[in-house]
């Protein structure tokens, strides 16, 4: 395990094996594992910088044609809580978070929920004659952009090319979570029993769709949810893969499963603090030390500092106004409070865009002229949100 370590930090391109092999680390070897990642996160890191993106959370729609085993967010078009955003109510949210300086809307919501329920369709036609959820949600981002001037980052499921085209002016970044690359947990009593868009190999097509529309991505892996220690490295070396062949995975994120009491997985175990380790510090060895690596602070609050041990570079978006609507029950950490965590544990928090500084600054992705004009107000030099422009 000490010569993959070795490997690793001299640069070579770990293999499958390798990962597996890094998944026993326990003790002194999982220190080892875990120091070995933070060096390689600060080679490509000298200056000690975190980031995060203030942002707010506009939840389009909660309808959905998939129904994970784990899943709150969705709802029936006649269950309680179901709502699909009205372009009013867009619009009053993302005025407001302009006013709180946010710079991203994260716009989210079920994937193409007319297939599974076509009544949608009657209520996208109100709304506008939308002939189709993407339609709608390609004007919203609009919408936003060009009236409050926050960087739409959509998450919508899969897309095809036609689809992504829609949505390319308007988003500074988009993104799909992988979660798994094991058709394993489709199968019956899984958790992606019933939600025909979560095979693997849709939701690689799409980031590859993506690629051809120019967009740069954010994907990840879901941790906890039935997959074995190994179905998390082949899903790395997945993402991996893509990123080798298309160059526009932006961001990885290792996310923490966390139950749900109104979900079928209601009594499933959660990972702890020391799996999440193990997996970030696989993850940055796997994935080399450019590659942006992000968990969110809210999923595990008090042993998220720990994270920055583990080579992550990223808490994710971090909102003063709007909830986390997927995980509700997980509040987002004060910024000032992030921002002295991350300090504490000897980095420094910087404020960033839905698009990487990386990215920004180096122009490694094309933008639209639209999206491009606000990056170039919001972003210094380096790719960060201007000093002037962060709330501290």
């Known amino acids: 395990m000490r010569r993959i370590i070795e490997r690793a930090l001299d640069g070579e391109r770990l293999?499958?094996?390798?990962?597996?092999?890094?998944?026993?680390?326990?003790?002194?070897?999982?220190?080892?594992?875990?120091?070995?990642?933070?060096?390689?996160?600060?080679?490509?890191?000298?200056?000690?910088r975190v980031t995060y993106s203030r942002k707010i959370f506009l939840p389009l729609t909660n309808l959905c044609r998939d129904r994970c085993g784990y899943c709150t967010f969705v709802k029936g078009p006649r269950q309680r809580g179901a709502h699909t955003m009205t372009?009013?109510?867009?619009?009053?949210?993302?005025?407001?978070?302009?006013?709180?300086?946010?710079?991203?809307?994260?716009?989210?919501?079920?994937?193409?929920?007319?297939?599974?329920?076509?009544?949608?369709?009657?209520?996208?036609?109100?709304?506008?004659?939308?002939?189709?959820?993407?339609e709608y949600v390609a004007a919203m981002c609009r919408l936003v952009l060009e009236e409050t001037g926050l960087l739409p980052h959509t998450?919508?499921?899969?897309?095809?090319?036609?689809?992504?085209?829609?949505?390319?002016?308007?988003?500074?970044?988009?993104?799909?979570?992988?979660?798994?690359?094991?058709?394993?947990?489709?199968?019956?009593?899984?958790?992606?029993?019933?939600?025909?868009?979560?095979?693997?190999?849709?939701?690689?097509?799409?980031?590859?769709?993506?690629?051809?529309?120019?967009?740069?991505?954010?994907?990840?892996?879901?941790?906890g949810i039935g997959e074995t220690p190994e179905e998390r490295v082949n899903a790395l070396l997945v993402i991996r893969d893509i990123h080798e062949r298309c160059g526009n995975i932006q961001e990885i994120i290792i996310q923490n499963f966390r139950a749900k009491s109104d979900t079928r997985m209601k009594r499933a175990d959660e990972p702890d603090t020391i799996d999440m380790l193990r997996t970030q510090a696989i993850a940055r060895l796997l994935l080399g030390p450019s590659m942006n690596i992000q968990s969110p602070p809210n999923l595990n609050a008090d042993g998220y500092q720990t994270y920055l041990m583990a080579g992550?570079?990223?808490?994710?978006?971090?909102?003063?106004?709007?909830?986390?609507?997927?995980?509700?029950?997980?509040?987002?950490?004060?910024?000032?409070?992030?921002?002295?965590?991350?300090?504490?544990?000897?980095?420094e928090l910087r404020e960033r865009l839905a698009l990487y500084p990386e990215?920004?600054?180096?122009g490694r992705w094309p933008v639209s002229p639209a999206v491009r004009r606000r990056i170039d107000a919001f972003a210094d030099d380096d790719g960060f949100v201007k000093p002037t422009l962060e709330r501290w």
């Open 15 to 48: 293999r499958a094996g390798d990962g597996h092999a890094l998944l026993r680390a326990q003790g002194p070897d999982l220190t080892a594992l875990v120091a070995a990642a933070a060096e390689l996160n600060l080679r490509a890191r000298p200056h000690r």
């Open 87 to 134: 372009p009013d109510e867009v619009l009053a949210v993302a005025r407001e978070g302009a006013r709180l300086g946010c710079k991203e809307a994260l716009v989210s919501l079920g994937d193409h929920p007319e297939l599974r329920h076509p009544e949608l369709l009657a209520t996208l036609r109100d709304f506008g004659g939308y002939r189709s959820t993407p």
């Open 155 to 223: 998450n919508c499921g899969t897309l095809s090319s036609d689809e992504f085209a829609m949505l390319a002016p308007w988003n500074a970044s988009m993104g799909i979570m992988l979660e798994s690359a094991s058709p394993r947990l489709l199968e019956k009593g899984g958790p992606h029993h019933g939600s025909f868009t979560k095979a693997p190999e849709l939701r690689i097509q799409t980031l590859e769709n993506a690629a051809h529309a120019g967009m740069a991505m954010t994907t990840g892996i879901l941790i």
């Open 312 to 347: 992550i570079n990223d808490w994710g978006g971090i909102s003063p106004l709007t909830k986390d609507f997927i995980n509700p029950e997980a509040a987002w950490p004060a910024i000032a409070k992030l921002r002295a965590m991350t300090a504490n544990a000897g980095y």
């Open 359 to 362: 990215y920004v600054s180096e």
